[in-house]
Protein backbone atom coordinates (compact mmCIF):
# COMPACT_ATOMS: atom_id res chain seq x y z
CA UNK A 1 0.00 0.00 0.00
CA UNK A 2 1.26 3.44 -0.99
CA UNK A 3 1.05 5.32 2.65
CA UNK A 4 -0.22 8.51 1.51
CA UNK A 5 -2.97 10.33 4.34
CA UNK A 6 -5.72 9.20 2.30
CA UNK A 7 -4.62 4.85 2.51
CA UNK A 8 -3.51 5.83 6.45
CA UNK A 9 -6.96 7.16 7.22
CA UNK A 10 -8.64 4.67 5.69
CA UNK A 11 -6.94 1.91 7.31
CA UNK A 12 -7.69 3.54 10.63
CA UNK A 13 -11.08 3.67 9.76
CA UNK A 14 -11.41 0.19 8.73
CA UNK A 15 -9.53 -1.06 11.85
CA UNK A 16 -12.03 0.72 13.98
CA UNK A 17 -14.74 -0.47 12.45
CA UNK A 18 -13.42 -4.17 12.54
CA UNK A 19 -12.39 -4.16 16.44
CA UNK A 20 -15.54 -6.40 17.13
CA UNK A 21 -14.84 -8.72 14.16
CA UNK A 22 -15.39 -12.49 15.56
CA UNK A 23 -11.41 -13.69 14.62
CA UNK A 24 -9.94 -10.09 15.74
CA UNK A 25 -8.76 -11.66 18.54
CA UNK A 26 -6.87 -14.47 17.51
CA UNK A 27 -4.52 -11.79 15.26
CA UNK A 28 -1.69 -9.83 16.19
CA UNK A 29 -2.85 -6.17 16.20
CA UNK A 30 -0.42 -5.80 13.24
CA UNK A 31 -1.17 -8.70 11.50
CA UNK A 32 -4.68 -7.37 11.93
CA UNK A 33 -3.54 -4.22 10.24
CA UNK A 34 -1.37 -5.61 7.67
CA UNK A 35 -4.25 -7.41 5.93
CA UNK A 36 -6.37 -4.55 5.63
CA UNK A 37 -3.35 -2.39 3.94
CA UNK A 38 -2.70 -5.35 1.61
CA UNK A 39 -6.64 -5.15 0.46
CA UNK A 40 -6.53 -1.96 0.29
CA UNK A 41 -3.36 -1.91 -2.45
CA UNK A 42 -5.06 -4.35 -4.25
CA UNK A 43 -8.33 -2.27 -4.79
CA UNK A 44 -10.64 -3.45 -2.43
CA UNK A 45 -13.41 -1.05 -1.41
CA UNK A 46 -13.58 0.18 2.64
CA UNK A 47 -17.25 -1.69 2.34
CA UNK A 48 -15.55 -4.56 1.03
CA UNK A 49 -12.72 -4.79 3.40
CA UNK A 50 -14.82 -4.81 6.57
CA UNK A 51 -17.30 -7.34 5.49
CA UNK A 52 -14.65 -9.33 4.54
CA UNK A 53 -12.59 -8.67 7.93
CA UNK A 54 -16.49 -9.27 9.43
CA UNK A 55 -17.25 -12.44 7.73
CA UNK A 56 -16.46 -15.73 8.90
CA UNK A 57 -14.26 -16.10 6.13
CA UNK A 58 -11.01 -15.21 9.21
CA UNK A 59 -12.49 -17.99 11.12
CA UNK A 60 -12.26 -20.23 8.19
CA UNK A 61 -8.82 -18.82 7.68
CA UNK A 62 -7.85 -19.69 11.69
CA UNK A 63 -9.79 -23.51 11.04
CA UNK A 64 -7.72 -23.97 8.16
CA UNK A 65 -4.09 -23.06 9.88
CA UNK A 66 -1.78 -26.11 9.74
CA UNK A 67 -0.26 -25.07 13.17
CA UNK A 68 -2.10 -23.82 16.03
CA UNK A 69 -1.08 -20.67 17.50
CA UNK A 70 -1.93 -18.06 19.88
CA UNK A 71 -1.94 -15.26 17.86
CA UNK A 72 -1.61 -15.14 13.53
CA UNK A 73 -0.60 -12.82 11.37
CA UNK A 74 -1.65 -11.45 8.06
CA UNK A 75 0.04 -14.20 5.87
CA UNK A 76 -2.56 -16.77 7.03
CA UNK A 77 -5.66 -14.26 6.22
CA UNK A 78 -4.27 -13.95 2.54
CA UNK A 79 -2.80 -17.18 1.98
CA UNK A 80 -6.35 -18.71 3.21
CA UNK A 81 -8.00 -16.34 0.59
CA UNK A 82 -5.39 -16.90 -2.19
CA UNK A 83 -5.61 -20.52 -2.41
CA UNK A 84 -9.30 -21.05 -1.72
CA UNK A 85 -10.50 -17.85 -3.60
CA UNK A 86 -8.14 -16.88 -6.72
CA UNK A 87 -9.86 -16.95 -10.01
CA UNK A 88 -6.53 -16.19 -11.80
CA UNK A 89 -4.61 -18.99 -10.36
CA UNK A 90 -1.36 -17.41 -12.00
CA UNK A 91 -1.41 -14.62 -9.97
CA UNK A 92 -2.37 -16.93 -7.35
CA UNK A 93 -3.46 -13.49 -5.49
CA UNK A 94 -7.17 -12.63 -4.87
CA UNK A 95 -8.58 -9.66 -6.15
CA UNK A 96 -12.28 -7.64 -6.11
CA UNK A 97 -12.57 -8.90 -9.53
CA UNK A 98 -12.83 -11.97 -7.43
CA UNK A 99 -15.68 -10.65 -4.90
CA UNK A 100 -18.40 -12.84 -6.12
CA UNK A 101 -16.50 -15.93 -5.27
CA UNK A 102 -16.79 -15.32 -1.56
CA UNK A 103 -20.05 -15.36 -1.75
CA UNK A 104 -21.04 -11.68 -0.18
CA UNK A 105 -25.02 -10.95 -0.83
CA UNK A 106 -25.75 -7.54 -1.74
CA UNK A 107 -26.55 -6.37 1.65
CA UNK A 108 -22.32 -7.68 2.39
CA UNK A 109 -23.37 -10.87 4.54
CA UNK A 110 -21.96 -13.81 3.63
CA UNK A 111 -24.11 -16.19 2.16
CA UNK A 112 -25.27 -19.38 3.29
CA UNK A 113 -24.55 -21.66 0.39
CA UNK A 114 -21.46 -21.41 1.29
Known amino acids: MKVTKENTNRLQCIDCCT ?3 YSRGQFTA ?3 RQAIRE ?3 RGFSDQQIIDLMMS ?3 RWAVDSAEKRRNKYTSTLI ?3 LDKSYAKCLSFGT ?3 EDWD ?3 FTDDGCVSSDL
Do not use: M, T, V
Open 101 to 103: ELG
Open 94 to 96: FFP
Open 19 to 21: QDA
Open 78 to 80: LNY
Open 56 to 58: KHI
Open 30 to 32: SGW
Open 39 to 41: FIS
